[in-house]
């Protein structure tokens, strides 16, 4: 049976809205430990793994239109603070470039973990579903580039 429009869009909204999500909440996170950072390497791959999430982004905000009249979702101001708090928090005792390495894995790893949640569930267009790829490879790619970091 196919499809109704408006539930495929519905279904396309979702995916780019968390997908959009997450690749805010991953550029809000690196800013913040970026803030921590003294090690040029790992300062590098970081700013490497931002510019990454940005171009997602980007690719979203210019699909969504099709979708959407609307913005794509972002992370709330209370998502952002929590964020910080978090990562302040468990660098208060320890901010080493391990340490680090290791919070921003953990946040990569839930990003992956979601953005295969959402390839597995949805059946997108071709156009999301490839960015909803791009998205999760990258960060694999990128727990790849932090675990010489740990």
């Not at 980007?58 to 978090?86: A, C, D, F, R």
């Not at 302040?88 to 990569?108: H, R, V, Y």
Request: glycine share 4%; hydrophobic share 30%; aromatic share 6%.
């Amino acid at each position: 049976m196919e499809k109704t429009k408006d539930k495929k869009d519905k279904e396309e909204i979702n995916v780019l809205d968390e997908l959009h999500k997450g690749a805010c909440m991953g550029m809000d996170a690196i800013s913040f430990i970026l803030e921590k950072v003294e090690d040029e390497d790992f300062r590098k791959t970081l700013e490497n793994q931002y510019n990454g999430y940005k171009d997602i982004a980007s690719k979203i905000e210019n699909l969504y239109p099709e979708y959407s009249e609307k913005e794509p979702h972002e992370t709330s101001t209370m998502n952002k603070v929590m964020t910080w708090w978090g990562i302040e928090m468990k660098t208060m005792s320890d901010d080493t470039t391990s340490k680090l390495a290791e919070l921003i894995m953990q946040g990569t790893n839930m990003g992956i973990i979601e953005g295969r949640r959402l390839l597995n569930q949805k059946d997108t267009e071709k156009q999301v579903e490839e960015i909803a790829q791009e998205y999760v490879a990258m960060q694999e790619a990128d727990v790849e580039d932090l675990k010489k970091y740990l």
